[in-house]
T-cell receptor
Framework: GQQLNQSPQSMFIQEGEDVSMNCTSS?????WLWYKQDPGEGPVLLIA?????ELTSNGRLTAQFGITRKDSFLNISASIPSDVGIYFC???????????FGKGTKLSVKP | DAMVIQNPRYQVTQFGKPVTLSCSQT?????MYWYQQKSSQAPKLLFH???????NEADTPDNFQSRRPNTSFCFLDIRSPGLGDAAMYLC?????????????????FGPGTRLLVL
């Protein structure tokens, strides 16, 4: 089935650094969602994107829906220790169908 | 102001002993989903309800069943848990299934129930 290629798989950065992660698909998506999951908790929606080219911010987070509709990125500026967690991208192709998840990017922030 | 609530947060059961996990929502969303998530993996969809219509994923084992008695509640029944069923079980909801209304299909997750099978 369809899979998303999410990279990097893990990141270990210094507090204050900016972070960038992305997801790519082999087919066109109509929706891109970015979630953050803390250990032992459910994923929390960070940003939702519904139009090609859309650029949306949520505090220090910025995500974009790629113009080709086959990719999306998430940037975190000036990282802080509470940014630690696993970030999942998820997308939906077409007007029907399940939400497809990437394998996640594990972010570690060193104070 | 919790929106998607899962109980219990941790559940321990014995091999082969039926177990039920519950989910409730205060969002009045039409769609409710159950996902299984194993360590370091993405959530895997088991099934979903659109209102009262049940939709099972093709690769969901028969051991997993679900009930949705009303809009607010949805249950996951594992009839005979095996060691391989130990995982985090996530409930999610969305207003719609198809993106006819922008954002309607966005899924909101509960905190999950961690299932341990002894």
């Amino acid at each position: 089935g369809q899979q998303l290629n999410q990279s990097p798989q893990s990141m270990f950065i210094q507090e204050g650094e900016d972070v960038s992660m992305n997801c790519t698909s082999s087919s066109i998506f109509n929706t891109w969602l970015w979630y953050k999951q803390d250990p032992g908790e459910g994923p929390v929606l960070l940003i939702a994107l519904y139009k090609a080219g859309e650029l949306t911010s949520n505090g220090r987070l910025t995500a974009q829906f790629g113009i080709t509709r086959k990719d999306s990125f998430l940037n975190i500026s000036a990282s802080i220790p509470s940014d630690v967690g696993i970030y999942f991208c998820a997308g939906r192709e077409g007007s029907q169908g399940n939400l497809i998840f990437g394998k996640g990017t594990k972010l570690s922030v060193k104070p | 102001d919790a929106m998607v609530i899962q109980n219990p947060r941790y559940q321990v059961t014995q091999f082969g002993k039926p177990v039920t996990l519950s989910c409730s929502q205060t969002l009045n969303h039409n769609v409710m989903y159950w996902y299984q998530q194993k360590s370091s993996q993405a959530p895997k969809l088991l099934f979903h309800y659109y209102d009262k219509d049940f939709n099972n994923e093709a690769d969901t084992p028969d051991n997993f069943q679900s009930r949705r008695p009303n809009t607010s509640f949805c249950f996951l029944d594992i009839r005979s848990p095996g060691l391989g069923d130990a995982a985090m079980y996530l409930c999610a909801t969305s207003r719609a299934w198809a993106p006819g209304l922008a954002g309607g299909e966005t899924q909101y997750f509960g905190p999950g129930t961690r299932l341990l099978v002894l």
